[in-house]
């Protein structure tokens, strides 16, 4: 993509932002991974598949310059690939954080799995469709494995692939994010109370989107720019190689700087190979429960309890489930996950939002988070 004319330059614009980007996107990886009830939470569940993205890039971009063939291509598909899907996943927690708000609603499972086919497949597709006419390489002095011109290429080729595989995907997720957050800040100045609910889902995702466009479009209009003439600046040209390459270390500071769940979560496991008193363990334990009792934002599919809340019309809706009950309200039984503190869970967390779901408090937009 970039280009500058010293490797060492280069190497460094590239190496160290990825490797902060592969150090904090595998943080959050991990920490889904170990702590499994983590995986209960909708918006975790988006931030692990971008950060998964985010963390597999960070791998073909720490390579920085490459020097053969066959480590080109795989920069490059790597690249492209993790990229696209790591903000399409992007324009999904957008879309989380607009229907909670504006809606009341998650996402349900069947929009997960369409998601799922479009967000995993398409930047496959992609990113392996231009090896049709084109290559992967260091074409018109790039530095970053991009789609190259072969001696068989057409002329349209590169710019074609370039864009079709690339380019326009991230300006259209750009564009899709910035209208949603556009209409859910237009919401919210026409609630005329914002309630702890909306508030807490608007602080936990809205900076995932904004730390997106912030890292691209610097890097698209320097893109454009060498485009258009090989010759600028390495000054001006310099974000278009940081920024994206450093999106998974700022996608991993927001994840954990937001959620006190995850590093309570990290300190006592960090801890409990350290604590040799009985005091400090029984505190320990205090604090998993306070833990438990944070978690509120758990997917339709995991809820093991009815939950509801007041609908504007003064009825009781239930809050999560699937199906539609003999007068219209969303309803269902749910079951639980297998653990065998879940019934404690659900206590716990029915109780701490008692005061919430019996406040009397009215209107779709207050009555879920994630």
């Known amino acids: ?24 996107s595998f943080l959050v990886c991990l920490s889904y991974v170990v702590f499994q009830d983590l995986r209960r939470l909708r918006y975790v569940e988006l931030v692990f598949y971008m950060s998964f ?16 063939a066959e480590a080109c291509t795989f920069q490059g598909i790597v690249t492209n690939m993790n990229f696209l899907a790591s903000i399409l996943w992007c324009v999904v927690v957008t879309y989380q954080l607009w229907l909670v708000i504006t809606s009341g609603k998650m996402i349900s499972n069947s929009e997960m799995r369409i998601f799922h086919v479009f967000c995993w497949g398409f930047p496959v597709l992609a990113a392996l469709l231009p090896l049709i006419n084109t290559t992967y390489g260091h074409d018109n002095g790039n530095t970053w494995c ?16 370039s864009l079709a595989s690339f380019y326009l995907w991230i300006l259209l997720a750009i564009i899709v994010m910035t209208v949603l957050m556009a209409d859910l800040f237009i919401k919210l100045r026409s609630m005329p109370h914002t309630s702890n609910i909306v508030s807490n889902s608007l602080k936990k995702l809205i900076f995932y989107p904004i730390v997106f466009i912030i890292c691209w479009i610097p890097s698209y209009i320097c893109d ?15 974000s278009g190689s940081i920024l994206p390459c450093l999106q998974g270390f700022l996608l991993s500071i927001i994840f954990f700087y937001q959620n006190v769940v995850v590093r309570k979560k990290w300190a006592i496991l960090i801890s409990s190979y350290l604590v040799t008193t009985p005091e400090l363990r029984d505190s320990l334990v205090s604090s998993v429960v306070l833990i438990e009792s944070e ?10 309890t009815e939950v509801f809340v007041n609908n504007p019309s003064g009825t009781r809706d239930w809050l999560f489930g699937s199906q539609k009950s ?17 019934n404690v869970m659900d206590n716990i967390y029915r109780e701490s939002h008692r005061s919430q779901f019996d406040s009397g408090t009215s209107g779709k937009n207050s009555s879920i988070e994630l």
């Not at 991009?146 to 692939?161: G, M, N, R, Y």
């Not at 934002?297 to 995991?302: A, H, L, Q, T, V």
Request: hydrophobic letters at 30%; glycine letters at 8%; one cysteine or more.
């Open 295 to 304: 978690i509120d934002y758990i997917r339709p599919s995991e809820r093991s």
């Open 1 to 24: 993509m970039s280009a500058f004319d010293d490797d060492t330059q280069i190497n460094l614009s590239m190496t160290i932002p990825s490797s902060l980007s592969l150090c904090g």
């Open 224 to 238: 454009y720019k060498y485009s258009q003439d090989s010759s600028v600046q390495e000054s001006t040209n310099i």
């Open 326 to 342: 003999s007068n219209g309200s969303v309803g269902g039984s749910i079951t639980g996950v297998n653990s065998n503190n879940s």
């Open 53 to 68: 993205n985010d963390m597999i890039a960070s791998i073909g971009s720490v390579m920085g310059v490459t020097h053969t």
């Open 146 to 161: 991009f789609i190259s011109k072969t001696d068989d290429s057409p002329s349209w080729a590169v710019t074609f692939w």
